[in-house]
């Protein structure tokens, strides 16, 4: 037990909670993206489903329809490219959301880009009328809903959704997700129960999107806004699959 | 004191015909990741059933089990490639995605649809008494004490969550949470 230190302890344990089926959320999309990164981790996992296999065969033997495999099968016909691991790796790597200098800098690049506004705009103000229509103008372009998305286990935030008096929704990430290679961004919105939550974006990466809602109906109070895991290309049957990332309802902005 | 491994005997009977179907599964795999359908088919045929099986007592409907195993024959087609025999075993890895499916499409139908009372017929003791008597598993879960070792089948084999298992079991989260870690370690400690 000397060999027994609190690091591989915890890789065990978070081992067992993925094959128990106890995480959820971002702390499962990251032990599922760990298991292509991490080989102790994908081996104590493997050992955990071994242990635990016996009870799969408990379930009883149950037929399924005969249609079942015809949906397969038609699901299946084109075997879609798996990228190499390396190359996987090298597409993640591109990507700006792990690069913290970009980051600093943009960040400091925009408030110095926000003072410089502010200078012009307190200029402007004084000077041209013109410019002054064009601020009231600037504030009606102020949402009228807001919804803040929210991790459940968490409570991270992780975006929020802005809807306009002008029908534009947008989404506006907050914080990188970190998006397993062969997995991408789903947003969902549901604002009927009856109708079920409707797609409305599907991204590789967390960046800031301008939504498709026009073939939804107006954005309504408390209208629901999600983020899923779902496989690549988007969830296979119209519905989410995957696990909820971030979710909140839309609130009337004051 | 529950901690003394013991070495199991696991020369089972079956155990032959267990290491015949695993040769089966593990081939037809990677013949799947060459792209070859008639393999993907193979599979089915041979463990479908069972899926629909262990899907439906996560999700408890019929149409559900079965857009879970659909979901998972597609996700065990775009990624058998991802499965090495040197980790672990076809069977462990098959049925790994069955129950992740099923266990998405459970926590998005909880959200959406929240009356279902089926969860009330759940019996850990019959899942207990139909694993063989030899099984490793079984004799190491009877090691530990009911209600303990309930929070093991409710969550691996019906998809609780933590705050499902509280509810159920009528113990604070807390309880359930080291519940699970104590389980999870004395089932360690006695399989090895």
New interface residues.
């Given amino acids: 037990m000397s060999m027994h230190d609190d690091n591989t302890h915890s890789t065990?344990?978070l081992a067992?909670?993925y094959?128990?089926?106890?995480l959820?959320g971002t702390e499962l999309a990251a032990a599922e993206a760990r298991m292509?990164e991490d080989a102790d981790f994908?081996?104590a996992?493997?050992?955990w489903?071994?242990?635990?296999?016996?009870?799969?065969?408990?379930?009883?033997?149950?037929?399924?329809?005969p249609a079942?495999?015809d949906?397969?099968?038609d699901?299946?016909k084109v075997?879609?490219a798996?990228p190499l691991p390396g190359a996987r790796a090298a597409l993640r790597g591109a990507t700006l959301w792990d690069n913290i200098g970009f980051w600093r800098g943009t960040g400091i690049g925009g408030v110095f880009a926000a003072l410089m506004l502010v200078v012009i705009l307190i200029g402007a103000l004084a000077t041209s009328r013109q410019l002054r229509r064009e601020l009231i103008a600037l504030a009606q372009r102020k949402p009228i809903y807001v919804a803040v998305l929210v991790n459940d286990a968490t409570k991270e935030t992780g975006a929020i959704v802005n809807t306009f008096s002008d029908g534009r929704v947008e989404l506006i990430p907050l914080r990188p997700i970190d998006v397993p290679a062969?997995r991408t961004l789903q947003v969902w919105t549901?604002w009927d129960?009856d109708v079920?939550?409707k797609s409305i974006a599907v991204t590789s990466q967390s960046r800031t999107l301008q939504l498709d809602l026009e073939a939804l109906p107006e954005t309504v109070p408390d209208q629901l806004f999600e983020i899923t895991l779902e496989?690549e290309g988007g969830s296979?049957?119209g519905?989410?699959?995957?696990?909820?990332l971030f979710k909140g309802n839309a609130a009337r902005a004051l | 004191m529950t901690g003394n491994g013991t070495i199991t005997e696991t020369q089972r009977d079956e155990a032959g015909l267990d290491y015949a179907r695993e040769a089966q599964l593990s081939t037809a795999l990677a013949r799947c990741a060459a792209?070859d359908?008639a393999a993907?088919?193979m599979i089915?045929d041979s463990e479908?059933?069972?899926m629909?099986?262990?899907a439906?007592?996560i999700l408890f409907r019929?149409d559900l089990?079965?857009?879970a195993?659909?979901?998972a024959?597609?996700?065990i087609?775009?990624?058998a490639?991802?499965f090495d025999p040197h980790?672990?075993?076809a069977?462990?890895?098959l049925?790994?995605v069955v129950?992740?499916?099923a266990?998405?499409?459970h926590?998005?139908e909880h959200?959406?649809d929240a009356s279902d009372d089926s969860a009330l017929d759940i019996d850990c003791e019959a899942?207990m008494t139909?694993?063989?008597e030899t099984?490793?598993?079984?004799k190491c879960l009877e090691r530990i004490d009911r209600p303990r070792r309930d929070v093991?089948?409710l969550?691996?084999?019906h998809?609780m969550?933590?705050g499902e298992l509280a509810g159920r079991l009528k113990v604070p989260l807390g309880t359930v949470k080291s519940w699970?870690?104590r389980s999870?370690f004395s089932?360690?400690e006695c399989?090895g």
Wanted: charged share 25%.
């Fill in positions: 065990d344990d067992a909670d094959v128990m089926g106890l959820e292509s994908a081996r996992v493997s050992t489903r071994e242990r635990l296999a016996d009870l799969d065969a408990t379930a009883e033997a149950l037929a399924p329809s079942l495999w949906r397969i099968a699901s299946t075997k879609p798996i062969g549901l129960r079920g939550p496989p296979p049957i519905q989410p699959t995957g696990p909820i | 792209g359908r993907l088919q089915y479908a059933p069972k629909i099986g262990v439906r007592r019929q089990a079965e857009e195993v659909h979901d024959y597609l996700r087609w775009r990624a490639a991802s980790r672990g075993s069977r462990g890895w049925y790994a129950r992740n499916r266990l998405s499409i926590r998005n959200r959406y899942t139909r694993m063989p099984s490793a598993l079984r093991v089948v969550a691996y084999v998809g969550s933590h699970v870690r999870l089932l360690q399989m």
